[in-house]
């Protein structure tokens, strides 16, 4: 039921030994190697092997909410320091992620944090703060990032951790966000996450997360308002949205475009299969989300852009290939009755699909050469590159 399964998703579970185990041992080769990739296969096992896909789907959304590259940060350890704080505070306290997120290592180089001089304010950090962690375009001057940023001078790093340099700290007072007063970095965090306009940001990224691209006001508003009663508290705000009308309502089925990850992972959790991980993360790279490396501090826009001719084909490639038992990794055992049309056409689309396509589908499966596994196998490929099959 309904209550059941959300509050599955919301309360930690325990894992298998199996993936403890495994994972375990990608995540200590990846460190001992400083081989980004491998963290990234590390990452992406966990996504597909976990009992706990929801704390997942949140650690990606938070990953590309304080997006970081390694392309600049070049340091498998830093990026991982940066994912375990993002793991700790997925489902929990958005506060403690922001403040985390703030004094973090990769994030500081990242963001030029030893440029921020007293005499030369740099606002890059300060920038991204306001616009891209907190409060969204619109809702700040470039007066309080100019202000913002005298803050956050002297947030440095030394011997690569945190460091606050008083030397390098402007003390004097600032006007920020209708505020005054001698603030350091830590009170510019604060009065952020005072304003109206954080719960709002936040909540429409859930919302275009979970629910659909384009949350009207109305809706966007009342879960802000959830955000701000549980004090920015993600796991009953997530508990709540879950179980929405607005989550469930037909309008929001079929309205977001998988996304690289999604398509990648949705697919292997679906038909119970085992990826080829680095082969994997490279295909979900070459469709335009590399883990570890978004293109820029707004990180992945996603929407419309996962999809154009070449992203179209490479997912229809996917779909061939892993059905085909090549490059990507192996299926799961297949429903092979006569049932499997409507078996898999309920287990892998978001919507339902006309009479006719449901028809032709089943027509080919009662009619392909090849045994009853290869004829289920080509049925599947079939609907992983229906146009349907690249929508939640």
Known sequence: ?????????????????????????????????????SLKNWWLYR????????????ALLWHNHFATSNAKVRSAEKMDTQHQLI?????????????????DVAMLVWLDGNANRKRHP????????????????????EQDIKEAARAFTGWHLRNEEFWFNTIQHDPGSKTVLGKSGRF???????????????PRFLAKKLLVAFVRPDPSP??????????????????????????????????????????????????????????????????????GQNLFEPPTVKGWEGGRLW?????????????????????????????????????????????EVSKESRRELATYHRKAKGSATERTRGLVQLILTMPDYQLI
């Open 218 to 287: 109305a809706l966007i508003q009342a879960l802000a308002g959830r955000i701000r009663a549980h004090d920015f508290a993600m796991a009953p705000v997530l508990r709540e949205l879950l179980s929405s009308q607005a989550f469930f309502a037909p309008g929001a089925r079929g309205t977001i475009i998988k996304s690289p990850v999604d398509l990648v992972v949705g697919t292997f959790r679906s038909l119970e299969g085992r990826a080829n991980l680095a082969n994997c993360v490279q295909l979900m790279s070459d469709l």
């Open 307 to 351: 999809i154009n001719s070449a992203t179209m084909l490479q997912r229809a490639n996917f779909a061939s290939e892993l059905c085909g038992g090549k490059r990507f990794g192996a299926l799961g055992t297949p429903h092979t009755g006569r049932e499997a049309t409507d078996h898999y056409l309920a287990l892998l689309l978001a919507t």
């Open 122 to 141: 740099n606002e890059n950090f300060a920038r991204e703060v306001l616009e891209l962690f907190s409060l969204g375009v619109g809702n700040y001057t």
């Open 1 to 37: 039921g309904l209550e059941a399964t959300v509050d599955r998703l919301v309360t930690p579970q325990g894992e298998s030994e199996d993936f403890d185990a495994t994972e375990k041992l990608l995540h200590r080769s990846a460190l001992r190697s400083g081989n980004i990739d």
């Open 87 to 103: 793991r700790r505070h997925a489902l929990g306290d958005f506060r403690e992620l922001f403040r985390g997120m703030a004094r």
């Open 47 to 58: 996504m597909i092997h976990t009992a706990n896909p929801l704390a997942e789907k949140m």
């Open 184 to 198: 350091k970095g830590n009170d510019i965090l604060e009065l952020c996450l005072a304003q109206e306009a954080c």
